[in-house]
DNA sequence: ATTCGACTGAACACATTGTCCAGTGAACAG
DNA sequence: CTGTTCACTGGACAATGTGTTCAGTCGAAT
């Protein structure tokens, strides 16, 4: 579960140059090639690297507009309202949590104006009482995992 | 910067099986090498496929704790504020935003105890007025892009 | 002292990559 | 109708990387 330095500059390295091989790599970090296979197998297997999937820019596929929503449910709906959620393609992600609302999705939408009709497709559902929503303007920092790996890898 | 059904059905498969090669996309999509290579090549350059980075699981790293913190900025400490949370690790994500808050951020913690140590340092800056903050419990749908990939390679 | 785990450096057959090419067919402008 | 452009096909080639295995080294823990 602790990742160490070598972990660490192999995560580095990998979000760096993604199309890198096994071979580069062990030049790159000055060890077996063996020994960098053995890790990723380990991180991989450990979880700790959940996969190579592509990133996807939502922007590039014609939706550049996002936006955070802030769910309150009525009691006792919380399955219904999830599978319902997961049902609509432009939501890209849900959480259940604490405070104010009770869950909180990231939406995105074709334009200002495509924005409603998604709201209403989420919020068109029994289960919700009431819905707010914050649009994103500028994303100052995109999600980013390498200072927490550098950490990660420093402090254990 | 339209995707059609080849390029969605691409993204698809690299999405289910990332380590996947050109030639075997090929064989699967039945369609020759090179047009997939070029695909995938357009799709890069359109910036549609953004790269193909680790997916890096924070709480497998140690980080069990998600949060989102809504932040209220003091007028014109715009820019200092983006600056210093770009310089704590278990921010990983940071938006601004329309509606109540100002900012938004995605937060990881090592626990609910340590949360307080990363909401401390996130909000002990000056141009920071007042945060609020929701831990997440669950995540019943983790960030995905392939339905809406799906919808893109039709609709288009 | 011994055992264990991790690392090294090397080897092997095999598959994949990057890069060409000529040929086909569809769409489009003149 | 003709010529041009573009994407795709199917083939080729050398170069490189992969999966796998092996014996040997080293340090730490028992």
């Known amino acids: 579960m602790a990742i160490d ?5 192999i995560i580095v390295l990998l979000a760096r140059e ?12 000055g060890v077996a090639r063996g020994t960098v296979q053995a890790r990723l197998d380990r991180l991989q297997s450990n979880g700790v690297i959940r996969g190579f999937g592509p990133e996807v820019d939502p ?13 309150q449910i009525r009691q006792g709906q ?6 319902h959620l997961a049902t609509v393609p432009e939501v890209l992600e849900l959480h259940t949590t604490t405070g104010t609302g009770d869950m909180m999705c990231r939406l995105v939408a074709r334009s200002n ?4 009709r998604v709201i209403d497709r989420v919020v068109g559902f029994d289960g919700i ?10 994303n100052p920092v995109p999600l980013r995992i390498i200072p927490l790996v550098e950490q990660a890898a420093l402090g254990d």
Do not use: K
């Open 5 to 9: 330095h070598l972990d660490g500059r």
């Open 18 to 29: 993604p199309r890198i091989g096994v071979l580069e790599m062990s030049r790159r970090l």
């Open 129 to 138: 009482v009431r819905a707010s929503t914050a649009i994103v303007m500028e």
């Open 78 to 83: 919380g399955a219904d309202v999830r599978a």
């Open 59 to 71: 922007a590039a596929l014609g939706y550049p507009v996002t936006a955070f929503a802030t769910l």
């Open 113 to 116: 104006a495509d924005l409603q």
